[in-house]
């Protein structure tokens, strides 16, 4: 792979992470080459296109069927009130031209599914999942695992949320294989056990900070600093201010 050489423009915008040791150029630079794809670009997308797309990632893939709806507003902030009727995948590419037009947008406006997600997957490096409902995740998680691609996934509810990074196509430290989402979350619950955002409601800020967890994961993934939250659940109860982190391993 070919070294994505960073610009003038791009070295002053990216100035305050070149100057991380832990960053530098080189990591500016990965930042450039990658290739990561978002799914969903609602209270999880939102912020996850965001952050990345300042950070520098270099093509960002968005994936969403739905229109913007004014009551989505209230946590999808990358999405404005000029913008409802439109297109979510759309909406996005609009903002992230003026976050970053350095940023290559690639709008995928239809619902994943099992079918078509091992197809999609494969074409990126790294995959955020900010979608909402279980049949999506599970077809996300186990494209993913199928084509060997990194995972950031995340949930929310009402005041909660939890962030986790599966690599299951990757031994861990200890040499077993590290869990899968299956591990995690063997089946999904029956319908109507767990209510949606729209019957449950979920605060607007909740999704801004869990969704930015999962980028700072992803930029992790990409870099290579730090230590992804392999094998580790971060739960966050945003109404005590409190995050804890649960161990799973493959069963």
Known sequence: MTTAALTADEIERYARH???????????????QARVLVIGAGGLGAPVLEYLAAAGV??????DDDTVSLSNLQRQ????????????????????????????????????TT?????LVARYDIVVDGSDNFETRYAVADACASE????????????DGSVTVLK?????????PNPSYRDLFPEAPP???????????????????????????????????GEP???QLLLYDALAARFDTIRYKRS
Do not use: W, Y
Not at 115 to 119: E, I
């Open 18 to 32: 070149i100057v991380l040791p832990e960053i530098g150029g080189a990591g500016q630079q990965r930042l450039k």
């Open 58 to 63: 270099g093509t960002l893939g968005v994936v």
């Open 77 to 112: 902030v990358i999405h404005g009130t000029d913008t409802v009727g439109l297109l979510k995948t759309d909406s996005a590419k609009a903002a992230i031209a003026r976050i970053n037009p350095n940023t290559t947008v690639e709008p995928h406006t239809f619902r994943l």
């Open 115 to 119: 079918d078509n997600a091992p197809a």
């Open 148 to 159: 060997g691609k990194p995972l950031v996934h995340a949930a929310v509810g009402r005041f």
């Open 168 to 176: 299951p196509f990757e031994d861990a430290k200890d040499g077993k």
């Open 191 to 225: 319908p109507g056990l767990v209510p949606s955002c729209a019957e449950a409601g979920v605060l607007g800020a909740l999704t801004g900070v869990v969704g930015t967890l999962q980028a700072m994961e992803a930029i992790k993934l990409i870099t290579g600093i």
């Open 229 to 231: 939250l392999v094998g």
